[in-house]
């Protein structure tokens, strides 16, 4: 088994995985798409967003349920690296719950323009993000979407950050 390493965006904070919110995009090839549909799974996670602006001010909050998500074993090692907050048996079955903040500052000033609409200038660009991802990324560089939702659109702008605080509740 290879070992992983974690990052919260800017802030190190575990030794395993590196959690980004690297993918708020609503470009997605279903037929390369790797997540499953979250209902009947043993996952059950949702996400908090909170935008605000460069001077700290609230802009908007937006509640996200997950999906999707990566049926892959990756998914289960990376909450095994995150404390339990809560713990108990219902209806016969363990129940666990872990949170997970991610926060992301966007840049200033952009180094590349994109051929869509807000990317026109490098220091005056925007995005609407229409979806929020928590992904995480092993010690080679390999990146994993493990859960995805659609939220309401947003608009982003230079110097604004994004904290999700995530919720996810795992049964056996």
């Known amino acids: 088994m290879k070992k992983l390493v974690i990052f919260i965006i800017c802030l190190?904070?575990?030794s395993v995985f590196s959690v980004n919110a690297f993918a708020q995009s609503v470009y997605v090839n279903p037929t390369e798409d790797k997540?499953?549909?979250i209902e009947n799974s043993k996952y059950v996670a949702s996400s908090i967003n909170v935008l605000r602006n460069s001077n700290g001010e609230l802009i908007s909050v937006v509640k996200t349920d997950a999906s999707r998500y990566l049926p892959y074993s990756i998914t289960d090692q990376f909450l095994e690296t995150?404390?339990?907050i809560k713990e108990g048996i219902l209806n016969g079955k363990n129940f666990e719950m872990r949170q997970i903040s991610v926060d992301y500052e966007y840049?200033?000033?952009i180094?590349?323009?994109y051929q869509v609409p807000g990317?026109?200038?490098q220091c005056n660009w925007y995005h609407r993000g229409y979806v929020?991802?928590?992904g995480i990324t092993d010690d080679i560089g390999e990146r994993f979407e493990i859960f995805r939702g659609l939220n309401h659109s947003y608009t982003i702008k230079p110097g604004?950050?994004?904290t999700s605080f995530w919720t996810i509740i795992r049964s056996d």
């Open 12 to 14: 190190t904070i575990f």
């Open 35 to 37: 997540l499953k549909n």
């Open 82 to 84: 995150q404390p339990i």
């Open 107 to 109: 840049q200033n000033c």
């Open 111 to 113: 180094t590349e323009t």
């Open 119 to 121: 990317y026109t200038e």
């Open 132 to 134: 929020t991802s928590l």
């Open 160 to 162: 604004d950050t994004v």
